[in-house]
């Protein structure tokens, strides 16, 4: 399945898809174990810290799924199948985090579980991956209120 996916990680904000508020629509996972004690986290490009799976949901892309499972195996190297939709999560981040790199954005995660952990995949070399806890990933995601909206929404076991 893997060997379909493309090796080069899409840039740019050209194909980005805009909310009615001008608010970039970016997708997500909350990519969990298959026994869900553990989500897998990537490491930022931009701030450092762990980060769950997600980016742009681009105008060629029929869904936000499609958006959020193809970031997942850009920034993560998973492959994973969606279980649930976990909403709509709207910008919780303070006012100094939203800048011309990080705009305002509306975002929509969805429960997913890891089916495989390719060893090869796009962000290979720009970010790390790690198996976390609950309590580990609360910890993570302190100044990230969207990201942990989303793993408290997420069917991972506390």
């Known amino acids: 399945m893997a060997n ?19 608010e970039r629509l970016v997708a997500g996972v909350v990519p969990l174990s298959a026994d869900k004690t553990k989500v897998l986290v990537v490491q930022s490009t931009r701030r450092g810290g762990w980060v769950l799976p997600k980016g742009g949901w681009e105008t060629d892309e029929g869904s ?31 006012p100094d985090q939203v800048t011309a790199q ?3 954005a509306s975002y929509r995660f969805f429960d997913a579980v890891v089916d495989k952990e390719e060893t090869v995949w796009p962000e290979m070399d720009k970010r790390a991956r790690q198996w976390l806890s609950y309590a580990d990933a609360v910890k993570a995601f302190q100044d990230r209120p ?13």
């Open 146 to 158: 969207e990201l942990l909206e989303a793993l408290n929404r997420s069917s991972i076991v506390r």
């Open 4 to 22: 379909s996916r493309s090796m080069e990680s899409r840039v740019g904000r050209s194909k980005q898809r805009y909310g009615e508020s001008g």
């Open 102 to 104: 990080a705009p305002k």
């Open 64 to 94: 936000a799924q499609d958006a959020a499972c193809r970031e997942a195996w850009e920034e993560a190297g998973i492959v994973c199948r969606v279980h649930n939709d976990l909403g709509l999560i709207p910008e919780m981040r303070k």
